[in-house]
């Protein structure tokens, strides 16, 4: 089948991910394992399936790079599907934002005034 003039500029704009180190090439590799059957069937629908998995693959490992790079943990990665290379940029975009509000209110600790006046027991 023909590939589309969209498809080719979409492999155009999509720069190349960085390298990373060979362990966490691995957990990327393992994690799009199990997105494949998923992509594969999207893949499908559309009317160049190669191409449309080769920008699964990479949208996948780009965004787990982002996700990874923003500080949030492979737990919650998996939890939430943050790496689903099935969504738009703007549903990974809202969960991606979710993911680290959730995070950072987690890692608020409560500021508690502790002043201790001559009258309550404290030094002076």
Same mark, same amino acid.
């Given at each position: 089948?023909?590939?589309?003039?969209?498809?080719?500029? $979409?492999?155009?704009?999509?720069?190349?991910?960085?390298?990373?180190?060979?362990?966490?090439?691995?957990?990327?590799?393992?994690?799009?394992?199990?997105?494949?059957?998923?992509?594969?069937?999207?893949?499908?629908?559309?009317?160049?399936?190669?191409?449309?998995?080769?920008?699964?693959?990479?949208?996948?490992? $780009?965004?787990?790079?982002?996700?990874?790079?923003?500080?949030?943990?492979?737990?919650?990665?998996?939890?939430?599907?943050?790496?689903?290379?099935?969504?738009?940029?703007?549903?990974?975009?809202?969960?991606?934002?979710?993911?680290?509000?959730?995070?950072?209110?987690?890692?608020?600790?409560?500021?508690?005034? $502790?002043?201790?006046?001559?009258?309550?027991?404290?030094? $002076?």
């Amino acid at each position: 089948m023909a590939t589309t003039r969209s498809d080719i500029q $979409s492999l155009v704009s999509q720069p190349a991910p960085p390298m990373l180190p060979p362990k966490r090439e691995n957990y990327i590799e393992r994690r799009w394992r199990e997105w494949l059957p998923y992509c594969t069937v999207e893949a499908r629908r559309h009317s160049d399936p190669a191409n449309h998995l080769y920008l699964f693959r990479t949208r996948h490992r $780009s965004r787990l790079i982002n996700i990874l790079l923003a500080g949030i943990q492979w737990d919650v990665l998996r939890e939430h599907g943050l790496d689903d290379p099935t969504i738009d940029d703007a549903r990974f975009n809202f969960l991606l934002r979710a993911a680290i509000e959730r995070r950072r209110c987690r890692m608020k600790t409560p500021t508690t005034k $502790s002043k201790k006046y001559p009258a309550q027991g404290g030094r $002076s």
